[in-house]
């Protein structure tokens, strides 16, 4: 039985703070939630799911904006109608990356924030990310434009980034013209 996972919102403090590095083995607990972060993203991306259960479409979500202060996040990503492939990622680190940056065009949301919030978030075009599943097997992904977006939105989180604090104050659509709109 499906049941919605609680977001914090933004204005919860835990989501301001820079997580621990998980231990491994993962708690039982832990990889619960995980599976349930997988299922509420997937459930939240399929529409007469969506409208079913009340879900607000995320492609991403980590372990702070459920108020766990670990590093871990897990991505969901419809590469084709009806087709999801996930990512864990467990104290991800981020090993190389494009000098080229890309927005995303219709910018960028978070389950935590449920407002819109104009402006361009500069992120790189492709990433190299490792880290561990949750089984503490190694990982390593490359991930490039939308992918690539989601990868940074979700450790942004793990060190109390929100994606509203990389637009710039003065002029949210500054350098518009330096990078690839996706």
């Known amino acids: 039985m499906f049941k919605k996972l609680d977001i914090l919102d933004e204005k919860e403090k835990v989501l301001r703070e820079k997580c621990e590095d998980v231990v491994f083995p993962m708690s039982k607990d832990d990889k619960k939630l995980i599976q349930r ?82 402006g ?14 949750e089984h503490g097997n190694p990982v390593r992904f490359r991930a490039r434009e939308e992918l690539s977006i989601a990868f940074q939105h979700e450790y942004d989180h793990l060190d109390g980034i929100l994606f509203y604090d990389r637009i710039d104050k003065d002029d949210p659509f500054k350098d518009e013209d330096k990078m690839r709109m996706i």
Do not use: W
């Open 37 to 118: 972060m997988i299922d509420h993203l997937t459930n939240s991306q399929i529409e007469e799911l969506s409208i079913k259960y009340d879900l607000r479409p995320g492609m991403g979500l980590a372990a702070p904006q459920l108020g766990i202060n670990k590093r871990f996040f897990v991505v969901v990503h419809e590469y084709e109608e009806g087709k999801f492939n996930n990512y864990v990622i467990v104290n991800p680190k981020i090993v190389s990356y494009s000098e080229e940056l890309i927005y995303a065009s219709t910018g960028e949301g978070c389950l935590s924030v449920e407002r819109d919030v104009e």
């Open 120 to 133: 361009i978030v500069p992120r790189y075009a492709r990433i190299t990310i490792e880290g561990f599943d």
